[in-house]
């Protein structure tokens, strides 16, 4: 019994240890994204204008930095929120669902599917007193080429220093529903906005 | 201090040592979340049931049980899991699970029995998890809204609830996530396990308590909705603000904490009279 508890005691020194490097940011350090300038086009994404928005709108625990952008893409004019959360609202490894907030506001969820595309992105339709969108949201992790905290997330995080970074960006496209661009345009946009994200971190 | 107590105390620090940045997030994060403050009350509150257990007597040290070596392993894979995935909750998980392993180590099985009340408790730090929380937070929403609603009907016989937009009188009340009752909620099913440990109730009747905070949160977060709509309706929307709106806020907790404290009171109460009418 006493070499059972000295190997539980030393793994738990060990795995302490480990944690203490990923958690003081000594493996892969979180490197804050300049949100501030966008080009005007992000592939087949127009970029047409800053929205302000209030810091109370943002909760409690804001991201440390954030972009809300009036966009366009295949003809359809819309919004582009890009929240960066170094560490605060990584309580459970995430930022606070997208389709919690929108539920919150009185939006109700009638359709939502998954785009065929590495991250994943969920692309929701929301109806609310007689209006309807659509959503496309999904999670951006440095160096990580998976929103999802199964296997394949974990194999990138071993896989370099980079994944063991703690930093997430949030993100989701807004547009009208009646007119609002394809999967195939939204993918595009999607893809076109990871390589952006990426040279900024 | 005798040499086994110098080392238990330099493995506390040590162990400490190696949690401090998931020690300093949870504060940093507990202390910015109104949500989440309640988890700073939590180690004072398990102090206070440790100090209690410690002087009810002396105990037999028994050494060698699974108990020390179960928890530290399950410490060390919260540890390595919340590192990798960067679940904050998961990893912080392995303070609690140290320390029972901890007590486990240098007051054996007994120790764990007598302060067990304490180191339940201690889980407490932990959050409940983003995801379950954001499962609750609709239904609580929803839940207090209609409360708040039924509670108006009376005066305004327009009054409804959206979303979490309250109308009344033809002005609307946006209430925000905060004060959707996940913060009134937890802290209530904290203040719940503590009087649990301090009246010692059997673990049945200290379920009941801690199941019996979420009908009551329903209740003072509706109240508290309602009673904004009646401070604004008649002061105006100043009234509703800052100070008066986080006093509000801190009313409706303590209405809810007197009302726990009758209830356990009338749990503790049950079994003395059964000792009397025995007697």
Redesign the interface.
Same mark, same amino acid.
């Given at each position: 019994?006493r070499s059972?508890?000295f /190997?539980?005691?030393s793994? $738990?020194?060990?795995? *302490?240890? $480990?944690? /203490?490097l &990923?958690? #003081?940011g000594l493996l892969g350090a979180p490197v804050t994204p300049d949100l501030g300038a966008w080009p005007a086009r992000l592939g087949p994404l127009e970029v047409l204008e800053e929205i302000p928005i209030e810091p109370g709108a943002l #909760?409690?625990?804001p991201p440390e930095r954030h972009a809300f952008l009036r966009v366009r893409l295949a003809g359809a004019e819309g919004k582009l929120f890009a929240a960066y959360y170094e560490?605060?609202q990584?309580?459970? *490894?995430?930022p606070?669902?997208v389709e919690?907030c929108y539920?919150?506001?009185?939006?109700e969820e009638r359709e939502a599917h998954q785009l065929d595309e590495a991250h994943r992105p969920w692309s929701r339709r929301f109806e609310?007193?007689g209006e309807a969108i659509r959503v496309v949201h999904w999670l951006e992790h440095p160096g990580v080429d998976s929103d999802a /905290?199964g296997w394949r #997330?974990?194999a990138a995080? /071993?896989g370099s220093a980079r994944g $063991?970074r703690?930093d &997430?960006a949030a993100l989701y496209l807004e547009f009208p529903a009646e007119g609002a661009p394809a999967d195939g345009p939204c993918l595009d946009a999607v893809t076109a906005l990871e390589h952006e994200l990426e040279t900024r971190w | 201090m005798s040499a086994p107590r110098t080392r238990a105390a330099v493995e506390a620090a040590l162990g400490l040592a190696l949690l401090a940045p998931l020690v300093r997030e949870w504060f940093e994060t507990a202390s910015a979340s109104s949500r989440l403050s309640y988890a700073l009350l939590v180690p004072a509150l398990a102090l206070v049931l440790a100090w209690r257990a410690r002087g009810a007597g002396a105990w037999a040290v028994e050494r060698g049980g699974g108990l020390e070596p179960a928890f530290a392993l399950a410490a060390a894979a919260a540890l390595v899991l919340g590192a990798l995935t960067g679940v904050f909750t998961l990893a912080l998980l392995a303070l609690p699970l140290a320390l029972v392993a901890w007590t486990a180590r240098w007051l054996g099985s007994g120790g764990v029995r007598r302060f067990a009340p304490s180191l339940v408790l201690l889980f407490a730090i932990v959050p409940p998890p983003m995801p379950l929380l954001d499962r609750v937070n609709p239904f609580l929403i929803q839940a207090s809204g209609a409360t708040a609603v039924t509670l108006l009907r009376p005066l305004d016989g327009g009054a409804s609830w959206l979303g979490s937009t309250l109308a009344y009188r033809g002005w609307e009340l946006r209430v925000a996530e905060a004060c959707s009752g996940s913060g009134t909620f937890l802290c209530l099913g904290v203040l719940c396990a503590f009087l649990a440990g301090l009246f010692r109730l059997r673990p049945l009747a200290a379920l009941v308590l801690v199941a019996s905070s979420f009908p009551l949160t329903l209740l003072v977060n509706g109240v508290r909705i309602a009673s904004s709509a009646l401070v604004i309706d008649r002061f105006g929307v100043e009234a509703a603000q800052g100070l008066a709106h986080e006093l509000l806020g801190q009313a409706v907790v303590l209405a809810g904490a007197a009302l726990l404290a009758l209830a356990v009171e009338r749990l503790s109460a049950r079994p003395v009279r059964t000792t009397e009418a025995a007697a």
């Open positions: 019994m059972l508890c /190997l539980s005691w793994a $738990f020194a060990l795995a *302490g240890l $480990f944690s /203490l &990923v958690e #003081g #909760g409690e625990t560490r605060a990584r309580w459970s *490894g995430r606070h669902d919690r539920a919150a506001l009185g939006w609310r007193e /905290l #997330g974990l995080r /071993l $063991f703690q &997430v | -």
